[in-house]
């Protein structure tokens, strides 16, 4: 059984994480708790709804929990622009992120279509009895 760690959607949504985290560093001091704790918060939960959605050992959880973590992706997203608007980025800094936030999405619905498949067979064999 593969550890969630062991997920490739995980490690890259873990790369995302750190960027995030690189980065609000170098925001001012008075985002602290607002545009900072909010790409923080949004960033790290990618992570830990993967992790979460894998231990829950039922298809149909495991794919909500990665529902949930594609949300928290595109809240990020959304973050950056608002840094991209405050001018705490650059225009070129923020399409390096999009980089791997469209990495992110596209395996995290790469993920979510085999959970969706798995779940299928589950049910067909199950049919099958």
């Known amino acids: 059984m593969l550890d969630f760690t062991d997920l490739e959607v995980w490690k890259e949504a873990r790369v995302f994480r750190n960027q995030m985290r690189v980065l609000i560093a170098r925001f001012p ?3 602290k708790f607002r545009l900072k704790d909010q790409l923080l918060r949004s960033s790290r939960s990618i992570t830990n709804n993967i992790s979460e959605g894998h231990g829950r050992f039922h298809f149909q959880e495991n794919i909500q929990f990665c529902r949930t973590a594609r949300g928290s992706l595109t809240e990020s997203k959304d ?10 980025i650059s225009q070129s800094e923020f399409d390096e992120y ?4 469209e990495k992110c999405i596209k395996m995290l619905n790469g993920y979510i279509n085999f959970l969706r498949t798995e779940k299928r067979k589950e049910i067909n064999k199950k049919q099958r009895k």
């Open 29 to 31: 001091a008075d985002e």
């Open 98 to 101: 999009m980089i791997q936030y």
């Open 79 to 88: 973050h950056l622009i608002v840094a991209l608007d405050s001018e705490f």
